[in-house]
């Protein structure tokens, strides 16, 4: 059979990508603006770093848990009805947020209720794009993840402004009100793709859930992931800190997580581009030491210059590793449970989403300085990087028809 042109791939999906692109931008945006209230919710409820960060951690550990679900439900429901009942949630977890009158209410609130909320809209939306696409994946899958850089650049600073303005209560209550607004317009538009959806009597190509699980490409992917979590997400909850401590201005501080956004944008468009060139497994090689190695900038930072390179550097490696993960679950599993798949990897996240930030948090309380916190990211990602190399490596993987259940 050819392999179809660009032009075989319909019109719509492109809907669905950006679709993708504006739910992906919310519902990261709300997670990263952690940043922005992050100062404030520390002398609000004299808290220490390591307590606030937790509200971070919680959230981040919920919805990368909550994805391999959300993922099995999309694959059952499509993703509308999931991805809509996510933007309410995470619309509810900001508004009581901003009634709280305790740290732990807002981590109820903040960490589980926004937690949940993420989770059920970020693997069905990103698994949605997928199927959609043959030649132009990697450029789709790009695009679509952008809006997380999108809203990391743009969400914080507008959080950041409000806050200013009206204080961080009634501008959580704004950002909740945009949420619902948006995230519901958005999930709308994202439909299944007819290559997702089995026809009478056939059985879409590709792996089962349990079927993955079982190759070695999957629980090396797995590691890389696990390894690599705690240095894509302790900069989000803590490098804005940092930067205050160097005696940065607080709305610079708070700008490095639009940085990181900023390098985001860059590395999913260029990273995703180039990956359909060169190849999307070494490319992932690449941009998992790259990573690694933008933690030598945190190391030697004086002030705000390096600061903002490492955040740009940082996120360029980052956006380029979260743009390929979705499209190379595609390339090497098959659409027949990819959300599924995707949810089921990106739990290796979520252990270093909720230890990371709080680790990271509990070694300034002890040491007043980041130094143990840098370069235990940088160590990380070394490993993370061997793992990456091993999944990628070719090996003979079972067929991608399964029929009946069985290879």
């Known amino acids: 059979m050819p392999i ?12 669905v990508v950006w679709a993708c692109f504006v739910s992906l931008a919310l519902i990261f945006g709300v997670s990263y603006s952690f940043a922005a209230v992050f100062e404030s919710l520390t002398t609000e409820f004299h808290a220490q770093r390591a307590d606030v960060s937790l509200v971070f951690g919680v959230s981040g550990a919920i919805y990368f848990v ?9 694959d059952r429901i499509g993703p509308q009805r999931v991805t809509a009942a996510g933007m309410v949630m995470i619309a509810l977890g900001l508004a009581v947020s901003s009634w709280a009158s305790s740290l732990s209410t807002v981590t109820l609130a903040f960490g589980v ?3 949940v909320g993420i989770g059920l809209v970020y693997v069905p939306a990103i698994g949605c794009v997928q199927p959609w696409f043959v030649r132009r994946r990697g450029l789709a899958a790009g695009l679509a993840s952008a809006g997380i850089g999108a809203g990391t650049l743009v969400v914080p600073l507008l959080l ?13 209550r ?7 607004m948006l995230g519901l317009a958005a999930t709308l538009l ?12 056939r059985v879409v190509p590709g792996l089962t859930l349990l079927q993955a699980l079982r190759t070695p490409r999957f629980r090396w992917l797995y590691a890389m992931t696990l390894l690599g979590a705690p240095s894509m997400f302790v900069p989000f909850a803590h490098a804005s800190a940092a930067a205050r401590d160097l005696g940065v201005a607080d709305t610079q501080a708070v700008g490095l997580v639009g940085l990181i956004g900023v390098g985001s944008l860059c590395g999913r468009f260029a990273i995703g581009t180039l990956a359909d060139r060169i190849g999307r497994p070494v490319t992932l090689v ?9 933690y030598l900038m945190w190391a030697a930072a004086g002030g705000y210059p390096a600061m903002a390179v490492f955040a740009l550097w940082m996120g360029l490696s980052y956006g380029g590793i979260v743009s390929l993960l979705p499209a190379l679950c595609m390339d090497f599993f098959g659409a027949r449970a990819v959300a599924s798949i995707i949810g089921a990897l990106y739990t290796g996240a979520a252990m270093g989403n909720l230890a990371g930030p709080y680790v990271a948090g509990w070694v300034f309380d002890q040491t007043q300085g980041y130094g143990a916190v840098v370069w235990g990211c940088l160590a990380l990602s070394a490993l993370s ?11 003979a993987e079972p067929q991608r028809v399964a029929v009946n259940g069985s290879t």
């Not at 091993?390 to 090996?395: H, I, M, N, T």
């Open 4 to 15: 179809p042109s660009p032009d075989d791939e319909p019109r719509y999906a492109w809907v």
């Open 190 to 201: 994202l439909r299944r793709a007819p290559a997702a959806t089995a026809a009478t009597g």
């Open 113 to 115: 209720g926004v937690g």
């Open 174 to 180: 704004a950002l909740a009100l945009s949420v619902l």
């Open 286 to 294: 690449l941009s998992t030491a790259s990573l690694g190695l933008s």
């Open 66 to 74: 909550l994805g391999a679900g959300a993922g099995m439900l999309a």
């Open 385 to 395: 990087t061997v793992a990456a190399w091993q999944s990628v490596r070719p090996r």
């Open 160 to 172: 950041a402004w409000a806050i200013e303005a009206w204080g961080w209560r009634l501008a959580l």
